[in-house]
């Protein structure tokens, strides 16, 4: 009966016409085995995620009234492991907790991030704690930026991956994030000053006034779809860095250059950057 239930469901969000159901039945359509299943290319990842994600946005819109049903199953995928039946939907239901608490969540978010037995779900973690915190986006040194192959390439990939790079102290890496005025200064920036920062830094970011470019990576909450700013071979964009008690750790504009297939940063004050963001890394 259940497989019957989650085919209907799952026919109904092919056609728009999900029926909400109660909190329990959503969390049990996000853990659907064949929903976490994705061969071939983009297309097909968006239809397979299509469920849940209808399945989260839909549990979100209950309020704070289904946050006991979300930390009851979080719990168990904490105490239980691989043995719960709701790792499959670990990250969706990081998603609608995050959208329904806010920056309470965090705590949560950040144990699920850290959490061994979950990398493969990094990726919807790091975005629900972009949710969590009204962020552009968080680098933990611990989780490289994954390369996003089903969208455009965007200026925050470029600036993420300065960081994970500038936290790291990969100095190659920061090279392969820069433009040729921003490798130029970097010439004279010492090793120290481009030097490997401490363990556990995080780095959080927002990019200001940006339409999509701005929002949080993976947001299935947004009731409408932002256009993407036109290409720009040389956007320059205001951005805050936000310290561990959410408040602004300082701004800078960022100077971004296109290349073929991605965005390089090309301040020619590269080493103020690469010192915010030192100053700005907090667990």
């Known amino acids: 009966m ?18 909400p159901g109660s909190p329990s039945d959503l969390i049990r359509v996000m853990a659907t085995p064949g929903e976490r299943l994705v ?9 397979a995620v299509a469920v849940p994600r209808e399945a989260a946005r839909k549990l979100a819109g209950f309020g704070r009234s289904v946050l006991p049903d979300i930390e009851r199953a979080i719990a168990s995928v904490e105490r239980d492991g691989g043995g719960s039946v709701h790792v499959p939907a670990i990250g969706w239901l990081a998603l609608a907790y995050a959208k329904v608490d ?12 850290d959490d061994p037995g ?3 779900f990094r990726s919807q973690f790091i975005s629900a704690i972009t949710i969590a915190l ?9 989780a490289e930026p994954e390369r996003r192959v089903c969208r455009p390439s965007e200026p925050r990939d470029a600036l993420a991956k300065l960081i994970f790079a500038r936290e790291s102290g990969d100095r190659k890496m920061i090279e392969e994030s820069l433009g040729a005025q921003a490798l130029h200064a970097l010439e004279g920036v010492s090793s120290k ?19 999509a470019w701005s929002r949080p990576e993976e947001d299935p909450f947004k009731t409408v779809n932002e256009p993407f700013p036109q290409d720009e071979e040389a956007p320059s964009i205001q951005t805050e860095f936000v310290g561990a008690s959410g408040q602004s750790c300082g701004r800078i504009e960022l100077k971004f250059l296109i290349v073929p297939f991605r ?15 030192e100053a700005c890394a907090a667990r």
């Open 39 to 47: 061969i071939g290319g983009c297309g097909s990842r968006a239809a």
């Open 118 to 120: 979950l990398r493969g």
């Open 263 to 277: 965005y390089l940063i090309n301040n020619g004050d590269i080493a103020a950057v690469l010192h915010m963001i």
């Open 193 to 211: 000053d481009a030097g490997e920062l401490s363990a556990g830094a995080v780095v959080r970011f927002r990019l200001e006034n940006r339409g």
């Open 102 to 113: 806010g920056a309470a969540a965090y705590p949560t978010l950040r144990r699920l991030l």
């Open 134 to 142: 009204d962020l552009s986006g968080y680098v933990d040194r611990s």
């Open 2 to 19: 259940l497989i019957l239930a989650l085919q209907a469901a799952t026919n109904c969000v092919a056609l728009g016409q999900w029926a």
